[in-house]
């Protein structure tokens, strides 16, 4: 009972999730990336040791098809879950487990997989991907959010929400945003209203643990100093 939009942005290489689900903290269970070389997403029944074993696969040069597969290989529940894969090329599959009933399916092109399963209708995913293809000029953690808005708001999944997040990341081990709502009553919403409050400090968190801390000095005065209060 999960829907989420994974992509990779061409301009800067960055991979991002935006997931929202009915069970609690999905951002802690659903999306693994390798930083600079892609992402996995697991959902449905979900084994999260299936993300760390393709991200290892994809910092080896895997491909995102040779990555589902070795997964899909891998995991004798096969079935139940529902996982997508994008590699450093742009590559995009998804796999759907024949075990997801209601309507559970994925929208695939180069740099984007929107799927979901057990979703109120197919809608959910495809605004999600039809979305995304038409605001390639927005940053990618507005371009995600806006797609998983887009999602909630054609009916999202059955059961309603509880949990979400939007994660990006660049080539550094640290993430470039991480954000997660664990349980609320409208997680969409509440990650919007988060990520706003977040959105002037992304530049100084993402180069923060590189600079020298008495030039770049404390939120405020960076916020002052650089006129984004």
């Given at each position: 009972m ?21 069970p609690?903290a ?6 693994f990336f390798a930083p600079?070389?892609?992402?996995v997403?697991t ?9 760390p ?28 879950r529902q996982?997508?894969?994008i ?10 487990g ?5 309507w559970?399916?994925a929208f ?8 979901g399963n057990n ?7 495809r605004?999600m991907?039809?979305?995304w293809?038409?605001t ?9 959010l ?14 309603g929400q509880?949990?979400?997040?939007l994660?990006v ?7 470039y ?5 664990d349980e609320?009553?409208?997680p969409?919403a509440e ?10 400090l ?7 643990p ?11 005065e960076?916020?002052?100093r650089?006129g984004?209060?």
């Amino acid at each position: 009972m999960t829907f989420q939009i994974a992509g990779r942005c061409d301009r800067t290489g960055r991979f991002g999730v935006a997931i929202a689900t009915r069970p609690i903290a999905v951002g802690a269970r659903c999306p693994f990336f390798a930083p600079g070389q892609g992402v996995v997403v697991t959902m449905a029944f979900t084994d999260p040791r299936l993300g760390p074993l393709g991200t290892r696969l994809l910092k080896l040069g895997y491909s995102a098809r040779r990555v589902l597969a070795e997964l899909a290989a891998s995991d004798p529940y096969i079935e139940h879950r529902q996982l997508c894969v994008i590699d450093r090329d742009g590559h995009a599959v998804a796999r759907t487990g024949a075990h997801n009933k209601v309507w559970s399916g994925a929208f695939t092109e180069r740099n984007v997989v929107a799927m979901g399963n057990n979703l109120t209708s197919e809608k959910t995913a495809r605004v999600m991907y039809d979305l995304w293809t038409g605001t390639g000029d927005l940053p990618l953690e507005e371009r995600l959010l806006a797609a998983l808005e887009a999602g909630r708001d054609a009916g999202g999944q059955n059961g309603g929400q509880h949990s979400s997040a939007l994660a990006v990341y660049g080539g550094e081990i640290n993430a470039y945003v991480d954000l997660r709502v664990d349980e609320h009553a409208e997680p969409v919403a509440e990650l919007r209203r988060v990520y706003e409050a977040f959105k002037p400090l992304v530049p100084y968190y993402y180069v923060r643990p590189g600079s020298d801390p008495g030039v770049l000095g404390r939120e405020p005065e960076w916020l002052e100093r650089e006129g984004r209060k």
